[in-house]
Nanobody
Framework: QVQRVETGGGLVQAGGSLRLSCADS????????RGWFRQEPGKEREFGAC????????YYADSVEGRFTISRDNAKNTVFLQMNSLKPEDTAVYYC????????????????WGQGTQVTVSS
């Protein structure tokens, strides 16, 4: 059983930064693409970024390109999302998952979601 925990969310002013972490314990699934998604109440889960298992390939949604950076430390079974120049529209619960279909932007390709971490950006 994979235990996955997302941390690092919080309340920040527009223009500020946060660093999210997604750590696995128990059984790990390290040799797969990992992705960050976000979800607002009443809306579908939205792709943010993903990273290949070796870290050599990264992909971003247009809405976060140039502001967010995804990275991973396979030795620690942890994926990170550095978020800079935050905007109020970045407010959401952020989740990380494991993709069984490579670098997919579709949340249905992902599994082993954590409980999420709330990010709130005030204007």
């Amino acid at each position: 059983q994979v235990q996955r925990v997302e941390t690092g969310g919080g309340l920040v002013q527009a223009g500020g930064s946060l660093r999210l972490s997604c750590a696995d314990s128990g059984r790990t699934v390290s040799r797969y693409t990992r992705g960050w998604f976000r979800q607002e109440p009443g809306k579908e889960r939205e792709f943010g970024a993903c990273i290949s298992w070796r870290g050599g390939s990264t992909y971003y949604a247009d809405s976060v390109e140039g502001r967010f950076t995804i990275s991973r430390d396979n030795a620690k079974n942890t994926v990170f999302l550095q978020m800079n120049s935050l905007k109020p529209e970045d407010t959401a619960v952020y989740y990380c998952g494991t993709s069984w279909s490579g670098s997919s932007r579709n949340p249905t390709a992902y599994d082993y979601w954590g409980q999420g971490t709330q990010v709130t950006v005030s204007s």
